[in-house]
C-alpha cells in the first residue's frame, strides 16, 4: 500500500523516572489490561516507557488498529522502527487476527454426576494414590476450569478449604464440584470425606459459591454425595 509521509525518528534513551502508578504494566495488573490505551499497548510491544513513538505511529494510520494492520514491514520501516520492533507489531496483530477466526473451545456442562465421572475418571480412576480435584462452574454449570490441589497417598490427602475458596475467587466461580478417587475401590465416603465436603459447602455458602457436587471415583464406578442426599 502507498504509505504517508512521515515525521517520525526514533527517541533516544531519555531518564524517564515513572511514579509506579503511571507505569503500563502496574495499570494492566491493578486495573486490567482494558484500562490501558492502544498506544500504551504499542509501546509495551516496543519497550517504550512513555508512549511518545507508539502515539506518532497511530496518528499516521488515523489512531485506528484495523489501519495499522495493513501496514507491511516497509512502512513501519520508514517510521523509524527497528527490525524486532516491527516483528513485535506484525506478530501481535496477526495473533488477534487469528484469534477472531479461531472457534472458541466448547466448555462442557455438567448435567448430572455421570457428566463428572466422565471428565474426572481419565484423569484420577487409575491412579494409586489419592487426588483432589475441583471443577469450576460459571452460572450455566459450564466447566470454566479444573484444578488439582492435593496429592496423597493411598488412604488419603489433605485438602485446604482456603485454597480452593481463593482459586474459585480469582476464577469468579459460580459452582464447585469436588472429586477425588479411592484407589482402594471402596466407594462409601469416610468420615473426613463428609467432613471436607460440609466445610467446603459453608465455606462456599458465605461467598455465594454453590458446592453442586462431591464425587468419589474408582475404577469403574463413582459415588454422588448430591445422588445420595448430602448436601
Not at 496483530?93 to 462442557?108: C, F, M, N, Q, S
Amino acid at each position: 500500500m502507498e504509505t504517508k509521509l512521515f515525521d517520525i525518528k526514533p527517541l533516544k534513551a531519555k531518564n524517564i523516572q515513572l511514579c509506579k502508578e503511571d507505569q503500563i504494566d502496574y495499570k494492566i495488573l491493578n486495573r486490567g489490561v482494558s484500562a490501558v490505551t492502544d498506544s500504551e499497548l504499542i509501546a509495551l510491544l516496543i519497550g517504550e516507557q512513555v508512549p511518545e513513538l507508539s502515539r506518532k505511529i497511530l496518528n499516521v494510520c488515523s489512531n485506528n488498529l484495523n489501519e495499522l494492520g495493513k501496514y507491511t514491514y516497509h512502512d513501519l520501516k520508514r517510521m523509524g522502527l527497528t527490525h524486532m520492533k516491527i516483528m513485535n507489531i506484525i506478530a501481535t496483530l496477526e495473533i488477534g487476527r487469528r484469534r477472531k477466526l479461531a472457534e472458541p473451545l466448547d466448555k462442557p456442562q455438567i448435567k448430572c454426576s455421570k457428566d463428572v465421572f466422565d471428565i474426572m475418571s481419565p484423569r484420577i480412576s487409575d491412579l494409586e494414590y489419592e487426588e483432589f480435584w475441583v471443577l469450576f462452574l460459571n452460572r450455566s454449570n459450564k466447566v470454566m476450569d479444573a484444578l488439582k490441589v492435593s496429592q496423597g497417598g493411598v488412604s488419603g490427602t489433605v485438602t485446604d478449604v482456603r485454597i480452593i475458596m481463593k482459586h474459585a475467587i480469582n476464577r469468579l466461580a459460580s459452582g464447585l464440584i469436588i472429586s477425588h478417587n479411592h484407589p482402594s475401590g471402596n466407594l462409601n465416603p469416610s468420615e473426613s470425606d463428609t467432613k471436607i465436603t460440609q466445610k467446603i459447602k459453608e465455606a462456599g455458602n458465605l461467598m455465594d459459591i454453590q458446592l453442586l457436587d462431591h464425587i468419589i471415583i474408582s475404577n469403574k464406578d463413582y459415588y454422588s454425595f448430591a445422588d445420595n442426599g448430602l448436601l
